[in-house]
């Protein structure tokens, strides 16, 4: 069974950095590309950009790129995604999502809540 | 850059038919992908590929493409089908993954 477990809750400040992690099993890491998706409360799902866990290339969102650094540790199967220069409309659950031979983004993890407040 | 324009809701009464519309200009070229979120939920993949659906996924559940518009049909809907529904794809490029902007699925 493929499953995705992200890090906890985090709270932070504005004009920090917060990392957050995606630990997966059930497949083998390198496969698929791991996506990242955030959600603001109430709005819809906003892609961030993946990785190619296989050779660490990574594509990112024209909003998010010199903001959002993606890497992967094939050791770990776990893959992280740090966000910089955090602004209150950062807050927003962050999911990672990864594929199966029938779509990119087949298997989702729960979503990490990240709140930026002063 | 490329965009999917879903309808904000739709509402239908127990076992109507619902449908949800997505559309973009990418459409055409690229396939599309449906997803269903419940509130505190991670997304479900519901529709693949247009018009397949995942194992899993009940038969009530299904895709279909028209030049720039793919639709989500929900035949004989039930009360656990009420959420938010997605549709995914990728721009002209084949580069980006972009998402329409959902649409909030109500069960009367």
């Known amino acids: 069974e493929v499953q995705l477990v992200q890090s906890g809750a985090e709270v932070k400040k504005p004009g920090t950095t917060v990392k957050i992690s995606c630990k997966v099993s059930?497949?083998?890491?390198?496969?698929?590309?791991m996506h990242w998706v955030r959600q603001a409360p109430g709005k819809g799902l906003e892609w961030m950009g993946l990785?190619?866990?296989?050779?660490?290339?990574?594509v990112y969102a024209e909003k998010f790129q010199g903001g959002v650094t993606i890497t992967a540790d094939t050791s770990a199967d776990t893959t992280y995604m740090e966000l910089s220069s955090l602004r209150s409309d950062d807050t927003a659950v962050y999911y990672c999502?990864?594929?199966?031979?029938?779509?990119?983004?087949?298997?989702w993890g729960q979503g990490t809540l990240v709140t930026v407040s002063s | 850059s490329s965009e999917l324009t879903q309808p904000p809701s739709v509402s239908v009464s127990p076992g109507q038919t619902a449908r949800i519309t997505c559309s973009g200009d990418?459409?055409?070229?690229?396939?599309a992908y449906w997803f269903q979120q419940k509130p505190g939920q991670a997304p479900v993949l519901v529709i693949y590929?247009?018009?397949q659906r995942p194992s899993g996924i009940p038969e009530r559940f299904s895709g279909s493409s028209s030049g720039t518009t793919v639709t989500l049909t929900i035949s004989g809907v039930q009360a656990e089908d009420e959420a938010d529904y997605y549709c995914?794809?990728?721009?002209?490029?084949?580069?980006?993954?972009?998402f329409g902007g959902g649409t909030k699925l109500t069960v009367l």
């Open positions: 059930g497949y083998t890491f390198s496969d698929h590309f």
């Open positions: 999502a990864t594929g199966s031979p029938v779509a990119s983004t087949a298997y």
């Open positions: 990418t459409m055409p070229k690229q396939y």
């Open positions: 995914q794809s990728t721009d002209t490029t084949v580069t980006y993954v972009i």
């Open positions: 590929k247009d018009t």
């Open positions: 990785i190619d866990p296989e050779d660490g290339e990574t």
